[in-house]
């Protein structure tokens, strides 16, 4: 068997694992589907294994393609059908996509302002009791764009919960799909960025089988950096929808500023999208979406087990030392892309890496930021983070 053909078996092993793994969801009470409030009872090594399994097959593919690049149109194909795979099963791994209808529905279905008052006002609504307990008392972290996107959404899922979990695993699906897509076209190795963002059966799993909106700020930035060589003003519209989900791409949007090279939005057309949404925003929450930042400041400041300064807390430093390590490493990580930047090369990829490893909140399915950034820039060193990071990142939120 030619290597090339090797890597697709690869892939299509990569495929029945993540399979297996979601139909392992439809399991008489599966600890893989959240339920009220986000509790789960029981454990699922088996799909442990399986994902695992997977990540390793993905392993020997990108091995295997990198050495024979196989046929671009092949490699997509296998990405596509491993990234909608998970959306035979039910909601996996995370209450998240509840939650945004929850918050979607405060504002169209119960009348009042996601950024003012949280689900916790409006108790009886059907989307109070399967959101993560967690942010029942909280207003919305997310950006205005995505917030007026849910409330669409949650008209259309009514009172459904397995009609607003569909809606959010279809959309990250989608927009999973168009990263694997705008990084082939990006990259020279097209079919080596595609097998890295599309056969990742961690993204599978968490995008498609869990909803998370991550996949759109992917899939924007991609789409922005895409767009700007050819229609900067397009390009900057797409920087501001990006912010306008999550706030991440602004530290990603400043190095692009910096850089010299063709990659640069056009300021018209970024402050027209950033005007526009503005405008919706404060005409829906009035400027009660401005006040934001509190309650994203909050979230930030919690800490996830897996988070690396929590790590080095564990390991023996104080919280103090820990938190000094992690912004030493966040200032001069910084300094180095800055530099990079202002010399040609923002290494988008590298730095959300760098966002990854030094934030307190870490969670598996960030990792919808970095890899389509490494993978469409060809950049070995973020590749190597980006995949260090799957590796670590692999089981959590899997019930043990």
Known sequence: MSRSRAGLVAGLAVLALVLAASLLAWRHDSPLVPREGGTASG????????LAAAFVAYLAGLLLVRSAPARAG????????????????????????????????????????????PPSAFPAGPAFRSMGAAWRDRTTV???GFTLASEPLALAAGDSDDAAAWQYKALAALAALAGVLLAARLARGRALA???????????????????NDAWVGALVLAALALAPHRRQAAGAAWALAVAVKW???????????????????????AAAAAAVAALATWRYGGA????????ADNA?????????????QLGLG???????????????????????????????????????????????????????????????????CLALTAYLLPQTVPL
């Open 43 to 50: 454990s699922a090594p088996a799909f442990l294994v399986l």
């Open 289 to 296: 979406w401005l006040e934001v930042g509190g309650p994203l």
């Open 194 to 212: 595609a097998a890295f963002v599309g056969w990742n059966p961690v993204l599978a799993v968490h995008l498609a089988g869990g909803g998370h």
């Open 301 to 313: 400041a919690r800490e996830t087990s897996y988070a690396l300064p929590r790590r080095l807390e």
């Open 142 to 144: 997310y950006g205005p």
């Open 319 to 385: 919280d103090g030392a820990a938190e000094a390590v992690a912004w030493a490493a966040l200032a001069a990580g910084a300094a180095l892309l800055a530099r990079s930047a202002l010399r040609g090369r923002a290494r988008l990829g590298l730095a959300a890496c760098l966002l990854l490893a030094v934030t307190p909140y870490l969670i598996v399915w960030y990792l919808a930021w970095a890899v389509p950034l490494a993978a469409a820039e060809e950049d070995r060193a973020a590749r190597l983070c």
């Open 248 to 270: 991440v791409p602004l530290a990603l949007l400043l190095l692009v500023a910096l850089e010299r090279r063709g990659r640069r939005p056009g300021l018209a057309g970024l």
């Open 74 to 117: 092949a490699v997509v194909a296998v990405a596509a059908a491993i990234q909608l795979a998970p959306l035979a099963a039910p909601l996996l791994l995370s209450t998240d996509a509840w939650t945004y209808w929850a918050y979607g529905r405060v504002a169209a279905a119960e009348g009042g302002n996601p950024y003012e008052e």
